[in-house]
């Protein structure tokens, strides 16, 4: 059997999702971009369940007469979500700022010579061998210098501050909560996309029942968008093609 060369199937799948894209804008024409319907995101393609090392069960044992339950924080009802289904406001505020810069120099020269006036007394008959322009006092001479400089700087600002409500998608053994939450907003022909998850402690859930982007551990925040201002500011798919191909 023949086999397929893999650049082939490279190249037939980009074409595959490529065509479908394409289906979808030019289906969109005249029209601001559709947002899409709301359902489980558990059962969005590509979800799967969390899996994380977890401590020991606690005891759940619980005592004769007593009021106080085992593993309970309070005695009252807590309004924070705990439950899959429940929804948390999630509070996204980054600030990042970076700089750096770097500066290289390097230098090297280099000279060599190479003359034969005597040996043996043969350098006699050298004009019969070389050409009569060669002189046996200066056979080679060779000469080198190489200088390089090269220079860098990266300077780098990001703020972005969201707020976007999440589900509770599952309950960890250990209490904790793995929630994601997606927003879509649409502005004339601009739909802007936020996508959150992660996973959150119940205890870092304030009275308010919103937590922040810094409490959750394996942070995904996504903030985008499509439509006709995102197509002129996005390079064409086959200068995106030859950005990752070309060696030069």
């Known amino acids: 059997m023949r086999r397929v060369p893999r650049a082939a199937v490279l190249l037939a799948v980009l074409s595959a999702l490529s065509a479908c894209d ?15 319907g709301i359902d489980n995101p558990a059962e969005r ?7 994380m090392p977890m401590p020991a069960p606690p005891d759940s044992t619980r005592s004769d007469g007593s009021l106080w339950r085992v593993g309970a924080r309070s005695f009252f009802q ?27 120099t390097r230098g090297r020269q280099g000279s060599e010579s190479l003359g034969i006036p005597n040996i043996l007394g043969l350098e006699s008959n050298f004009s019969r061998w070389l050409p009569g322009a060669i002189q046996p006092d200066n056979l080679v001479g060779m000469n080198s210098s190489t200088d390089s400089r090269g220079s860098g700087q990266i300077t780098r600002t990001e703020q972005v501050t969201l707020r976007v409500a999440a589900t509770v998608v599952q309950v960890l053994p250990n209490g904790n909560l793995v929630v994601a939450g997606k927003q879509e907003v649409r502005v004339n022909s601009e739909l802007r996309e936020l996508a959150v998850s992660g996973i959150v402690r119940p205890q870092d859930i304030a009275s308010d029942n919103t937590v922040r982007h810094d409490r959750m551990a394996e942070a995904r925040i996504a903030y985008g968008g499509r439509g006709t201002i995102s197509d002129m500011q996005r390079p064409r798919y086959g200068q995106e093609i030859l950005d990752i191909v070309l060696p030069f």
């Not at 394409?22 to 899409?36: D, Q």
């Not at 393609?45 to 899996?51: E, I, M």
């Open 78 to 104: 807590d309004q924070r979500a705990t439950r899959v289904g429940d929804i948390v406001t999630l509070l996204v505020r980054i600030e990042d700022q970076a700089e750096l810069q770097n500066r290289t």
């Open 22 to 36: 394409t289906i979808t804008r030019i289906s969109e024409i005249g029209s601001a971009p559709r947002l899409s």
């Open 45 to 51: 393609q590509g979800w799967r369940q969390v899996r």
